[in-house]
């Protein structure tokens, strides 16, 4: 059997579990010869190849497949990983998806943009995991020249389709995001840091929307109110994670968020145009309503 064929059958296992929740072997033996029609092979598996593929599982993609007797079904036991899982799966099954047709293009039509920055993962991995502080040359987007930093690499941090790199600059001792797709050349030094003890990015950014962080205030209670068909896309694809739903109905979608009251989150309520109400706090209202009347202001008035 083809290595992508072990591959294939892996997913296909966790798949079928993250979808029911728990499944017996005959279930997800079932659904693995289903699968398995799409690439016109198909095959089932012995309950002996079965265990060794739940270890290959937990070797390849850290995922913990448990059974419990008492049901006599297999489950998904979540860890504090499921994030980066769930995103390897993702990679893995759209690179399986690609190579199922010669021609893929016909079928299927990516964004015509660039992801940058990715190709500095690998080095600063290393150095995050090393304790390597790097001389970094990056360039901010409103400055000509680029800046040679030196930095205490701590994280990489993802927001909106883009990459970050979270470090303290010796120069100021300032902790900064630092955009991977602005990052012109970095190099390790000889020189090592002491990763913050108390250091903890999840909670560091608990109450952002993107990269832009507030130790200055605290985090408010916002409230929007969507028109319906808005509302289905913001219940399928939440703008933040302490996002909760006040009202679901016919006439709105209301929900509540708290976030710090950011550039980056203004600018994402703005994009949702006529479709969104702000609610409260006021001096979101207030800051909403300037940015419009100053857009409108921009146009004057139409000569019929």
């Known amino acids: 059997m083809a290595k992508q064929d072990y591959i294939f059958r892996y997913l296909t296992i966790v798949k079928k579990l993250r979808r029911s929740g728990e499944a017996t072997f005959k279930e997800i ?57 769930n995103r390897i799966l993702e990679s893995v099954d759209t690179i399986n998806s690609l190579k199922m047709v010669s021609d893929i293009t016909r079928y299927m039509f990516f ?38 930093r030196s930095v205490e690499p701590y994280a990489l941090k993802e927001s909106k389709g883009r990459w970050y790199l ?56 916002i409230i929007l109110s969507f028109e319906p068909e808005q509302g289905k896309y913001i219940k399928s694809y939440p703008i933040h994670e302490s996002q909760v739903i006040q009202t679901d109905d016919m006439k709105e ?20 145009g006529m479709t969104v109400r702000v609610i409260s706090p006021e001096r979101l209202i207030r800051e909403v309503r300037s940015i419009y009347k100053s857009a409108s202001a921009q146009y004057g008035k139409t000569k019929g």
């Open 29 to 85: 033996n079932e659904y693995i010869g289903v699968e398995s029609e799409f690439f016109d092979r198909p095959f089932s598996v012995s309950s002996r190849t079965f265990i060794r593929d739940l270890n290959e599982i937990r070797a390849l993609f850290r995922i913990d497949i448990r059974y419990d007797f008492s049901k006599g079904v297999y489950f998904i036991a979540e860890d504090q990983q499921s994030d980066l899982n």
């Open 253 to 272: 979608l209301r929900i509540k968020l708290n976030l710090f009251i950011t550039h980056d989150l203004v600018m994402e309520i703005l994009s949702y």
């Open 111 to 148: 964004e015509k943009r660039k992801a940058y920055g990715t190709h500095h993962f690998y080095g600063l991995l290393h150095a995050i995991k090393n304790r390597i502080v790097l001389r970094l040359v990056h360039q901010k987007f409103d400055s000509d020249e680029p800046r040679e």
């Open 166 to 221: 979270l470090g303290r600059e010796r120069n100021d001792n300032k902790l900064k995001t630092f955009g991977l797709d602005r990052i012109l050349d970095f190099q390790n030094t000889p020189g090592r840091f002491d990763y913050p003890v108390n250091l903890d990015v999840n909670e560091m950014f608990r109450f952002c929307f993107g990269v832009i962080n507030r130790d200055d205030v605290p985090p408010e209670e």
